[in-house]
């Protein structure tokens, strides 16, 4: 009995299908792109820090998707036990941001872009994406909102403060009022003048001011 008795001719085949060459060339246009992906995410990140766990999951994600599609796409039966295999699969990564779920998609994009052969359709988009991702994240459309907590000894002082923040900022809203017997606590959303923040000294100095915090907030309040 010989090897091709024993492995029959579809094992054979798919070995001898299989072309080194090409799998070298679509896993470095992958790590070519999720490097890429990786180099966009750092420039448009918002934050002050980034997660490198991330940073480097987008560059995985991009080889280990190409290296799946190339399997999937020589054989329809490894096709179907792909999908069986990965249905059992969850992922339960905590996503920061809402822009990382674009980044998680755009590497197995290019993943599975690259692993059908499709490889300019791979570079030209994900070089039309990174500038316009560039393009908008670098762009400020408006200034950030802030939440300013004071408190106040009575309702006289209370007037004075909103006085002055109702001139020294371009947008103020009262969002909480907090009244009890040691005094009135506001919390109002506000958007200052040129990121001026001087009038928060001038709030501490008025008399029945307690204290006065100004914290930078992403819009979103709860109260």
């Known amino acids: 009995m010989s090897i091709n008795d024993i492995f029959k001719s579809s ?10 060459t090409d799998t070298l060339i679509g896993l470095a246009f992958a790590l070519a792109i999720g490097l890429f992906i990786f180099v966009i995410y750092k420039k448009t990140l918002t934050g002050v820090m ?17 290296l799946v599609i ?25 996503i920061k941001e809402p822009v990382e779920i674009v980044f998680l998609f755009w590497s197995l994009a290019a993943g599975i872009v690259i692993g059908a052969g499709m490889i300019p359709l791979a570079v030209i988009g994900s070089a039309i994406i990174g500038v316009i991702l560039l393009l908008f994240a670098n762009r400020k459309l408006h200034e950030s909102p802030y939440l300013l907590v004071v408190n106040c000894a009575d309702e ?20 909480a009022k907090t009244v ?34 100004l914290v930078s907030y992403n819009g979103e309040y709860m109260g």
């Open 180 to 213: 009890n017997a040691s005094g009135i606590e506001l919390t109002a959303e506000l958007r200052t003048k040129g990121g001026e923040a001087a009038f928060v000294n001038e709030l501490t100095r008025l008399p029945g001011i307690g204290n006065a915090t």
């Open 50 to 66: 980034y997660s490198s766990g991330f940073a480097l999951t987008l560059v995985g994600l991009s080889l280990v998707t190409t």
């Open 156 to 175: 006289a002082a209370e007037k004075a403060a909103l006085d002055i923040v109702g001139k020294s900022t371009k947008h103020c809203l009262v969002k």
């Open 11 to 20: 094992f054979l085949e798919s070995i001898s299908e299989f072309s080194v």
């Open 70 to 94: 190339m399997a999937v796409t020589s054989n329809v039966v490894l096709s179907l036990g792909m999908v069986g295999a990965l249905s059992i699969v969850r992922f339960r990564a905590a």
